[in-house]
């Protein structure tokens, strides 16, 4: 595709730019785990990384292939590595470029699971340092001699906390430091952190680029910004590729050939197919999700309301500097006199579940479900207060989720 085109139509014929099996739109499901070569001594040669293969299905498979070079496209990125989830890709992270002693510098505005994850690094010889990422002081005086990254979420799940991401990546260039940013929360269509210098992006594919919710996966993409040459858990053995590869060829042997954490090709197709309509469902979602916070914030019934989309949010300024739009996600906290269950219980559309991007609109009451193993005192020092609401917009009319959450209310 030499033409430029929007995000869109980039997306939707991605697929057509290679040869796909009997002219068919998109790349079809392949089940196969291996490849047979006629010529023996062809199969060494895709060992070897002399000429481009298939070599066993823990390691690739053309139907994720397609999902890569999709991904990659979506991030104006180097190249991607998919995997059978979010913290699959995240658990690739650390589990190939990272050794004990190493030092990593993360918001502690995180995801649940992440912050558990990084916990498990600590407890295996590795360090981290936890700070408000939307003060690029703090991220600073974080820094030491051994720090190799530092990791920090676009907007905080759940209380919508915007990392100060322009300055942290200038930061990051400056000290030579990896910059590995989590888009999940945004989406590729709503922004790109390699415009901040991101080195590295993860997406969770099961959340908005899938939007169906019938699909786990997730993905790192290398941006092609952060200079390999200068970061010391490089095998020697992955230097042979050239520099601009040597980490996604890393972490494609150590966290997919040694470590399993592969997308199935059923996965992978149904997050490709998903991905066409990414664009369309986020600026549906995000309008939405505008349209219910603000009718929330004016309900005297409601204590408060965190999302970057409306004036008082502490980062709105700076979300609207950075982001095409503010996303499907907000938190919301009620009045002590209604109980949180109670009001999930009337409302009529949303669904009470876990998920984050579906084209259904879900909510949960956070404190007691995804963050109730962290405690009271860690959730407190998060800001997540026990009648928090976090809600996923989706893609239903606009009035009809503006006309369930008021009901739920007034009730």
């Known amino acids: 595709m030499t033409q430029k085109y929007g995000f869109t139509t980039t997306i939707l014929h991605s697929d057509r730019q290679k040869t796909i099996e009997h002219g068919a739109p998109h790349k079809p499901v392949h089940t196969s785990v291996t490849w047979g070569y006629s010529d023996a001594r062809q199969l060494a040669e895709v060992f070897q990384g002399k000429q481009s293969g298939y070599r066993y299905g823990r390691q690739g498979n053309p139907t994720v292939s397609a999902l890569e070079d999709k991904v990659t496209k979506m991030e104006g990125g180097l190249a991607t590595i998919c995997f059978a989830s979010g913290m699959a890709a995240i658990g690739a992270l650390i589990q190939a470029l990272l050794r004990e002693g190493d030092h990593v510098v993360s918001s502690v505005f995180l995801f649940g699971n992440t912050a558990s994850m990084w916990q498990t690094f600590g407890g295996q010889g590795g360090k981290v340092s936890m700070v408000d990422a939307t003060d690029v002081a703090q991220v600073e005086a974080a820094l030491t001699p051994a720090t190799r990254m530092v990791f920090v979420e676009t907007i905080a799940n759940p209380r919508t906390q915007v990392a100060d991401l322009k300055r942290i990546g200038e930061l990051c260039r400056a000290r030579g430091i990896l910059f590995v940013v989590d888009n999940t929360m945004t989406s590729p269509y709503l922004f790109q952190p390699k415009t901040v210098g991101a080195g590295l992006v993860v997406n969770s594919l099961t959340k908005s680029i899938g939007g169906h919710g019938n699909a786990l996966g997730g993905a790192l993409t290398d941006t092609g910004l952060f200079d390999w040459s200068s970061y010391p858990n490089i095998y020697d ?112 559309l949303a669904i009470s579940g876990t998920h984050l991007g579906d084209n259904r609109t879900l909510v949960i009451a956070v404190a007691h479900t995804i963050f109730y193993e962290m405690g009271a005192e860690r959730r407190a020092a998060m800001g997540i207060s026990e009648s928090l609401i976090r809600v996923s917009i989706g893609i239903e009319d606009t009035a009809d989720l503006v006309a369930d959450f008021k009901q739920a209310l007034q009730a």
């Open 237 to 348: 053995a992955y230097k042979r590729n050239p520099q601009a590869q040597w980490a996604l060829a890393q972490i494609r042997a150590k966290s997919l050939r040694d470590f399993g954490a592969s997308l199935g090709p059923e996965a992978a197709h149904h997050i490709a197919v998903g991905a066409e309509t990414i664009a369309l469902r986020m600026e549906r979602s995000s309008a939405s999700a505008l349209a219910v916070a603000q009718m929330l914030e004016a309900d005297p019934r409601v204590s408060a309301v965190h999302y970057p989309g409306l004036e008082s949010h502490p980062q709105h300024t700076l979300a609207a500097e950075l982001f095409r739009s503010n996303s499907y996600l907000f938190s919301f906290e009620l009045k002590p006199e209604i109980d949180c269950f109670d009001y999930l219980n009337r409302l009529k």
